[in-house]
């Protein structure tokens, strides 16, 4: 075919794929309107089985769960393992006369949980509220990211009862360890290239806009993740006795922390940004037409200021960060003693944009440790080694992580997607990339495929917290989305 | 009498005073011996009693304990109860002819405990165990400070056995609430004003010289606290979708804290210094002539630097400290979740030094945190508060605290009950001030009584923490030092 014809025949198929689209996108709904009783049933019933992915019964338990519930549908599944894996839970639907081959990515495990944090007390109990007349679910991966699985198994479901014919081959590929750093994926990927390749992969994570709008990412920061402790006394020692000459370990990572930014949040670790690729004028340009919900944000989350020095929300989010997710030091409140503690602990993520390799970004938090005159080491240190030098930090980087990554939008791919999701949602907010982050990189590399990200979930889910939910509103819009991505030609 | 006539009488009580003080202590010494199981059951049976000053049934349950522990001597016992205050257990010996009151001091409370942070998981389970040969016993309170009332009650037993006559009116003062900041102890006082009078008290508690040597201690610090909370977003966030952006209040507090010292631990807050009365001669003294533990101490705790820019731990004791008790956001370890904690906390407490106020102080932190651009609250703060100030930092400031005491060492009773308790322990080490903190400053106030504090505690005894103990010798011992004071004229 010459390019004049390859355009007439990509016009063609978006034509008719627009159309697909909006037929299905009403069957969704007029399934999900006579059934909500029935799917919401199955949706609790599936947020019932706790799914951390350390607790390897229950993840079976979710993984076979999720095998029946293909099952059912009349999708062939099975359960794909590598080594140590949590399994993947895949399907696969293949159509006559298929072209292209889309694959939908998901996540079955959730967070860890502190159920006291809780409002329930218990996670995986689902409870359902109206919070300002908006009813949402409350528990574990609700949003984040069994949502996005029901949404996909009930656009089938609406689909098959409408009689609308796939046109596509579908691939489903529910992982179940995501939160736990995706340790294993890849190996998944690389034993089973043949099931997991297809044209597309659409990565089915995330929230969508804060202005509520849909949104279409087509990249996700990478991440990696370190702990850093400090050390004072080997026990912890009466504050009278020994203040102002045992060191202090909470000041002394306090200090060490405190340079690690400037007041705006810019991160002061030399070659922090060493690397990063700038965003396209397309890029930029898509940023420049999202909507703004800076001012919304910062009042409903209680913020007196914000980080990175007065630029977009969206735009900071094609930096890379350094943040802690929690200090801990001997005790505070009620629970606190007048002592000088033994250690103080930092858990840190990194966040990574394209550009960045993960394990030299943990490495630059190293190096810049050791600049601060402590001594670094891997293990947790001994007694002889707290004495012979007169700062230890031991840093226990996380052995996994994983690259950003960013699919350009002017692929025809990108472009079609954006038109479908358009025709069942409206005009897309249109996002270079999502702050969060999910394992695409090693995706691209095994498989050479693009991928592009479509998430459902309402972006103040609580996701990675306590009380995680999801407006049902969300559930029910993403199950119509979902529907008119399964019937892409 | 002229001068020249009181000291010789004064020479003539030292050296009785003296004489009497070996016999009392041969005489405890030997009842103790024959003694020891029937000790350790007086004394284990009192740890079994719960005694964190909040919880009113238990401290009630040791107050009433401890009553008849006194009446079973013979001694005219009663609770002396004001207000709200914990009962303090008062004890009273009247002795014929005598000239002078000698009053004991210690505290039957203990500090609050985390049961989970035990070897034992039980901290009112009293445990005996031989640690590098010497035998110890692990219970909260073990060393602070039920073994400072139950070395005074042997002393009686042993003194009874023997038939040695008190020469001076004995008084026991057992407070109930000094881990809480003895909040009502100068109403107590000033109620009781004619029942605790006396001619010197005796703080029987603390620890010994680091060497194992009796000290005693001219003073103690003064002691406050406060607690520093500083926000993020009201709920956590994810650190993906919003890093960058949303403030990180472990930052924050990281970075208002570590401003706070220098790496040497010197205190930046401005004035925290102004106002400390230099030591006297006869005190920097006692202090170059006391033994030097620092090396000992710094390998024993694992140290690879200490505080203090190279001055003696006993001299950094004479300067005021500022240290963080604990630090808490969110989680560390498994638990931590790649998330921006919405608070960051840390409990604070300062020691004082003679010429210091405790109001003062913290006024002087709060200034600090208030010229680091925060809008600083003496109470939770709303949402509209947080939303209008760039930084809102919660500062909760005890609403108790005490100053530090020096009582000079050239008094003739400082001199006396040097030369006593050297006459039981030998050479005594001499220190104008402990680094703990006990209330004497409403006791000087109130009664205009001197303090003279003779610690019995072994240095090692985590206190403060899990797994207090005390090592048996210096129970043994402390029974011995204290018939010698309980006789003295």
């Known amino acids: 075919m010459t390019r004049q014809l390859v355009k007439l025949a990509l016009a063609s198929v978006f034509c008719c794929g627009v159309v697909s689209a909006q037929t299905a996108k009403d069957a969704a709904r007029e399934w999900r309107v006579a059934h909500e009783e029935q799917i919401l049933r199955e949706f609790t019933g599936l947020l019932s089985i706790p799914n951390v992915a350390e607790d390897k019964a229950n993840i079976r338990r979710n993984a076979d769960t999720l ?29 006559a006369g298929a072209k292209r081959t889309i694959v939908f990515y998901a996540h079955y495990d959730g967070q860890p949980v502190t159920p006291e944090e809780w409002d329930s007390k218990a996670p995986f109990t689902p409870v359902t509220r109206a919070v300002n007349g908006e009813t949402r679910i409350y528990a574990r991966s609700s949003s984040d990211d069994k949502a996005a699985i029901l949404a996909q198994l009930t656009a089938l479901d609406a689909l098959q009862a409408a009689h609308i014919p796939l046109r596509a081959n579908l691939r489903f590929v529910w992982e179940g360890e995501e939160e736990a750093g995706s340790t294993h994926f890849r190996e998944v990927l690389e034993k089973y290239h043949d099931e997991l390749g297809g044209d597309v992969w659409l990565i089915c994570d995330g929230p969508v806009d804060q202005s509520g709008r849909q949104s279409v990412v087509f990249g996700a920061r990478g991440v990696t993740h370190l702990e850093i402790t400090v050390y004072g006394p080997n026990r912890e020692l009466h504050s009278g006795h ?12 306090a200090q060490l922390l405190a340079g690690m930014k400037d007041a705006t949040g810019r991160v002061l670790i030399p070659h922090f940004y060493d690397g990063v690729v700038p965003l396209s004028a397309l890029e930029k340009q898509a940023i420049a037409d999202a909507p703004r919900n800076e001012e919304k944000l910062r009042v409903e ?20 960060t350094l943040n802690i997710d929690g200090f801990s030091s001997a005790r505070t409140g009620s629970k606190a003693n007048n002592v000088i503690p033994s250690t103080a602990t930092a858990d840190i993520d990194l966040r990574l944009v394209k550009g960045l390799d993960w394990k030299t970004q943990q490495q630059r938090v190293v190096d810049y440790i050791a600049a601060q005159g ?30 950003a990554v960013r699919t350009p939008m002017d692929l025809p791919i990108s472009q079609e997607v954006i038109a479908v999701v358009e025709s069942a949602r409206g005009a897309v907010v249109k996002l270079p990339t999502m702050g969060g982050s999910v394992p695409l990189e090693m995706i691209e590399q095994t498989l050479r495929t693009p991928t592009i990200t479509v998430p459902i979930a309402n972006y103040d889910n609580n996701q990675h ?25």
Do not use: C
């Open 67 to 95: 095998v029946g519930m293909l099952e059912q549908r009349h999708v062939a599944a099975k359960l794909l393992v590598a080594g140590d894996a949590n399994p993947v839970v895949y399907g696969e639907i293949k159509t």
């Open 242 to 253: 020994y203040g102002n000459w045992a060191p202090n370990p909470a000041m002394m990572l």
């Open 301 to 320: 989350f209680g913020l007196g200021h914000t980080d990175g020095g007065g630029q977009s929300l969206l735009a900071v989010l094609n930096e890379p």
């Open 374 to 403: 402590y001594f670094v080491t891997g293990t947790a240190p001994d007694k002889a080694t707290l004495v012979e030098h007169p700062r230890v930090a031991f840093v226990k980087l996380d052995a996994v992580g994983y690259n």
């Open 465 to 489: 917290s306590a009380n995680e939910n999801i407006r049902l509103q969300n559930l029910w819009d993403g199950i119509e989305t979902m529907a008119a991505l399964e019937t892409m030609e």
